[in-house]
């Protein structure tokens, strides 16, 4: 199906162990994102990348990484998951001409 | 740095209310601006966008306005219904030169909840 899809949805791992959040589009949208939402925080912008092998900070990239070998995928990566990273997780995709973002079901990861 | 404030945090309504959520943003340089709506334990619904040269745009019983120079957004739901109770949420885009970032700024969203 067309969209924009994350896996997993439902992620338990433990302080120290690395994982890795997948987001795969469809639509061939140069632009990709990363945010993560928490109370109190709302949405909150990790990385992005503007093309393939193109990725920049957001506004909260520590602990992060990030890569986009190919246009329609985006993983994230927390190196070594601590508490503070349990959260949900969206990953978006935008289209041109009007720059509108789409977003996906999000991950919710908790970090024991 | 661009911040963006929603009015109200909360807002309960009964069914066939015609309401109004405010979002106000401090950068008026902006591109556009997007809403959103999000149900519970799930990711964001793009509702409508506006972009910076334009007033308002509508689909169905949403209508939502631009004031650039004030810094200001509305969404307008018409005849409101239990369906529609979700969390709102606005998204600013910051522009400069006719160009966009890509990066959007978020409120903390309103919670609406339209009771039968």
């Known amino acids: 199906d067309a969209g924009i899809t994350q896996s997993p949805r439902y992620k338990i791992t433990e302080t120290g162990r690395q994982v890795t959040l997948m987001c795969h589009q469809t639509w061939s949208h140069s632009y990709m994102f990363w945010y993560r939402q928490d109370l109190g925080h709302g949405l909150r912008l990790i990385y992005y990348s503007a093309a393939a092998d193109i990725t920049d900070k957001g506004e909260v990239p520590d602990g992060y990484v990030v890569s986009r070998s190919k246009t329609e995928n985006f993983p994230l990566t927390l190196e070594s998951a601590t508490r503070s990273q349990t959260s949900v997780y969206f990953c978006a995709s935008e289209g041109r001409p009007n720059n509108e973002q789409f977003f996906g079901p999000g991950t919710r990861l908790t970090v024991l | 740095k661009q911040e963006v404030t929603q009015i109200p945090a909360a807002l309960s309504v009964p069914e066939g209310e015609n309401l109004v959520l405010n979002c106000s943003f401090t950068?008026?340089?902006?591109?556009?601006l997007q809403w959103f709506r999000q149900d519970p334990g799930k990711g964001l619904t793009s509702l409508l966008l506006?972009?910076?040269?334009?007033r308002e745009q509508t689909s169905g019983r949403l209508n939502a306005s631009l004031d650039k120079s004030s810094g200001r957004s509305t969404l307008y739901i018409a005849a409101s219904q239990p369906g529609d109770s979700a969390t709102y949420l606005c998204?600013?885009?910051?522009?400069?030169?006719?160009?966009?970032?890509?990066?959007?700024?978020f409120g903390q969203g309103t919670i609406l909840t339209v009771h039968p």
């Open positions: 998204a600013v885009r910051l522009g400069a030169g006719g160009t966009s970032y890509g990066k959007l700024t």
């Open positions: 950068d008026s340089a902006i591109y556009n």
């Open positions: 506006i972009q910076s040269s334009q």
